[in-house]
């Protein structure tokens, strides 16, 4: 066949752009390594700025050795009912369960779903959530010498800066922690390959500036800190997205939806603040402690998740117009919050008994195949469900 010399250039810049790509993956440039952090003039001079952008972004390319989680802190809940059923939000915890193994538009895809659980979660408890498929993993209630000047505003937030035991599971190399009145309406996963979800360089300048506190820990050289701004709770009609001052405190980021790079190194430095009396605001303990050491002026500034990945107090408008995931009890509102449109309240509450009707045609499962295990003396003793019998539980 002859070749015209358009085909020749064509054929040239095949081999080059083949090469080049070779190269890049030679020296690591898609590997999940640290990058510095870039700032607008409006982050370097206001100490915050804001990525109003709706579109998902391009993904970074992630290395595909990479350990990823998705971990759920549980402690002791304040509906301590034997009967689950009643325990809200340890059913809450269970949906979202459900949603990142088991449902079909929302399950993870080669992710681990870990769920933290504190002394004071029952063995039943356990127990069920390692059954609904969820990775239990026990940890003690982080305390420190001299961190009784920690005063939590509300009882039930008691025990919540043991979340910072995420930093712990070092087996990963990136964790998104969720709180656990999380519902997701579509699949989660892209939240790794968002821009702002990789692990950065300490700001060198910033980093000699910087006057550590007495106690404080050394600053780590790496990071990672990707959250989500907080909207206006007390009025659920925010835009999508929202606007500058439907944002509670601009500046900072809310603890329910946060990207970790787990490091002992980085774990040390949380810590070493709890020691240190009034060095920052324990009104939101482990919040208020991250908010401090991510200050967007200071060397570890935060990064801001894209908008469409979660909010808290959504509305009819965010559902329709793509948002991810969602901050709300599906059981209802605490006092003072307002209320949420119909839309809202009816999907909530749908996810709680889709889920419950989901585990009972997989118990019926379970049982009907129990049934007919042959006995003993079989060669066949698989105890295995087989679900292409039962095509329903695969949608």
């Known amino acids: 066949m002859k070749t015209t010399p358009r085909r020749g250039l064509l054929l040239v810049a095949a081999v080059a752009l083949l090469f080049t790509t070779a190269a890049l993956l030679f020296l690591g440039i898609y590997h999940h390594t640290a990058h510095d952090v870039t700032l607008s003039r409006e982050e370097e001079e206001e100490g915050f700025g804001m990525d109003w952008k709706t579109e998902i972004p391009l993904p970074v390319h992630r290395n595909p ?12 809940t304040l509906d301590q009912d034997e009967d689950l059923e009643n325990d809200d939000f340890f059913v809450a915890v269970r949906i979202v369960v459900w949603q990142l193994l088991h449902k079909k538009d929302t399950r993870a895809l080669g992710i681990d779903v870990v769920v933290i659980v504190t002394p004071s979660v029952t063995p039943s408890r356990r127990a069920l959530l390692k059954k609904d498929g969820a990775m239990i993993h026990p940890v003690e209630l982080l305390h420190t010498k001299n961190d009784s000047w920690i005063h939590q505003d509300e009882p039930r937030w008691k025990d919540v800066m043991t979340k910072l035991v995420v930093l712990q599971m070092t087996q990963y190399n990136r964790v998104l922690l969720l709180d656990g009145d999380t519902l997701l309406r579509s699949r989660l996963d892209g939240v790794f390959d968002d821009p702002a979800a ?3 360089n300490v700001l060198p300048a ?42 509670n405190v601009p500046s900072n980021f809310n603890a329910g939806f946060i990207m970790f790079a787990p490091s002992e190194e980085m774990f040390n430095y949380y810590v070493s603040f709890l020691d240190i009396k009034d ?33 808290i107090c959504p509305n009819e408008v965010d559902f329709e ?30 996810q709680r008994w889709e889920m419950k009707g989901w585990y009972d045609g997989w118990n019926a499962v379970v049982q009907i195949q129990n049934e007919e295990r042959p006995p003993p003396h079989s060669t066949n003793n698989s105890t295995a469900v087989d679900l292409k019998r039962y095509p329903l539980l695969l949608e």
Request: include cysteine; hydrophobic fraction near 30%; charged fraction near 25%.
């Open 65 to 76: 050795d990479e350990k990823l989680a998705y971990a759920i802190f549980l402690s002791g």
């Open 198 to 200: 990789q692990i950065l």
């Open 206 to 247: 910033r980093k000699k500036k910087h006057q550590r506190l007495e106690g404080e820990a050394p600053l780590p050289s790496t990071y990672l800190m990707a959250g989500k701004f907080e909207v206006h709770c007390w009025n659920t009609q925010h835009d999508f997205p929202p606007k500058k001052e439907q944002i």
């Open 279 to 311: 060095s920052f605001d324990p009104k939101y303990p482990e919040q208020n402690l991250l908010n401090h050491v991510h200050r967007r002026d200071g060397p570890m500034p935060w990064k801001p998740l894209n908008f469409r990945w979660n909010t």
């Open 321 to 350: 117009l793509g948002m991810v995931s969602a901050h709300e009890k599906w059981w209802g509102r605490d006092p003072g919050y307002g209320t949420l449109e119909e839309g809202v309240t009816k999907w909530l509450m749908g």
